[in-house]
């Protein structure tokens, strides 16, 4: 493995407990960072911050493990902190479970080369020394940390440029996609949230040259995300203000909107906030938008559109994943032909429906409640990057029909009532078309999430998304009651697939 090296100058303590910051940032499960160096050059300065970090506690008590050998943390990571300094041997490790504690979590250790061969070629090595009345950092990394170091460093030199170099960062939480997102903290400033969205290569052509993510038109970037904010900011709309941004990079610093989202302390719907979004999903689509959304000095967002080979994309992980696992084998083509056949039948009839912004995730893990605001402003909108212009009605049912939550047939329907009568409300508004598209799109809807979260099981090895499937299953279910998905009903029945998806 090739090596890498990063050179840092350490003024201070609190720039060596950055550093610490920055590294556990960066750290995985199986990572062992070597912390060399003399007596008092910060080596446990350093490692009480990357142990801090993990724990998300800054004012964690974490003793130098000089006397006890070795200290254990239940924290994000498990983290196992190291002190060799009184080791007599290097075959003690054994007995103190070092190679254990590697496996179930991070590794730090301070006088590494008492270890002897037993330290990882793959270790993060941190060579510490006093220099200019402060400290020289030099960090060694090989294999995957190298590219997790420069990125973590990456952001640190972003904090610098933006005025927020002494931010403390905080792991704040991931998706189902490649972004992630940390918490900013500064002395007597308002906490703000990163945006960690490094553009990703292009996955394989699958279709007429194009990867799955033009086809599906997912953002690749974070201009779409600063471009529909905009525009919903500029409305009036509760999106989150952008304080610094590196569109090439894929870093934004943004207002965080509040930590109280739309379920109770239980994770159940509180129906009064479900409803208030609803009315906020009305009054969004009763407006006119642009299609061309103004990000930067000349740079544009254009929507996309949520088109036909859009859905139908989506559709396919339905009949890729799902159906494959209810019926224990593959489709044959003539099957898939038959299925994409109903499909484009159902599809026809969204021709003459209304079209708005499609903001794509309306849904509880993207919507924050503001108690203390009112109108608009009381619910925060975010992850709206791979929003669309498509039929206005798909809102509506990500929102009624919430993939991370169980939404009671009642509460759904009351949900679109409160829908109807704010669109109502405004002026003439086409109630029974309406509906027809509502039930269109919460059954693509759900035929996507069905797709996508055995997906997740199967190719990313992420299980945890198969305890959704009997929720799907309901709300694919109830939307395949309408009328209009009759062709879609008829074609699984068919081909002898979905009888858990029949109403």
Known sequence: ?????????????????????????????????????????????????????????????????????????????????????????????????????????????????????????????????????????????????????????????????????????????????????????????????????????????????????????????????????????????????????????????????????VLSADGAPVPERYLAAAELLAELHARSWPRVLPVSDGIDHRLPDYDREAMLIEISLMLDWYLPLEGGRELNEAERDRLFGAWNTVLDRLDGAEKSIVLRDFHSPNLIWRADRIGADRLGLIDFQDALWGPSAYDVASLAMDARVTIRRELEQEIVAAYVAARQKGGAFDRAGFEEAYAIMAAQRSAKILGIFVRLDRRDGKPAYLKHLPRMRDYFARALAHEALAPVGDALEAVGLGASLRP
């Open 1 to 261: 493995m090739t090596e890498r090296r990063f050179r840092r100058f350490l003024a201070d303590e609190a720039a060596t407990a950055l550093l610490g910051n920055d590294i556990a940032m960066a750290l995985r499960a199986g990572d062992v960072v070597a912390l060399s160096g003399d007596l008092g050059v910060g080596k446990t300065t350093l490692a009480r911050a990357i142990v801090r970090t993990q724990a998300g506690n800054t004012s964690l008590d974490v003793p130098s493990p000089t006397f006890t050998i070795v200290q254990s943390y239940d924290s994000r990571i498990p983290v196992a902190h190291f002190d060799l300094y009184r080791l007599s041997s290097a075959d003690e490790l054994e007995e103190l479970g070092f190679d254990e504690a590697i496996a179930s979590g991070a590794v730090l250790v301070e006088w590494p080369d008492r270890a002897g061969d037993r330290i990882p070629a793959s270790a993060i090595r941190v060579e510490l020394a006093d220099k200019n009345g402060g400290r020289s950092a030099e960090i060694a990394a090989r294999g995957a940390a190298v590219e997790r170091l420069q990125r973590s460093l990456d952001i640190r030199a972003f904090l610098d440029t933006s005025g927020m170099g002494g931010a403390w960062r905080e792991h704040l939480t991931g998706d189902a996609s490649t972004r992630a997102y940390e918490m900013l903290h500064m002395p007597d400033q308002p906490a703000l949230v990163l945006m960690n969205a490094p553009r990703q290569p292009d996955g394989p052509p699958i279709r007429d040259g194009k990867p799955y993510s033009q086809i599906a038109r997912l953002a690749e970037s974070v201009v779409p995300f600063v471009g529909v904010g905009r525009a919903l900011k500029e409305a009036g709309f509760a999106a989150p203000a952008i304080h610094a941004s590196d569109l090439d990079q894929g870093l934004l610093a943004i207002e965080h909107l509040g930590g109280e989202g």
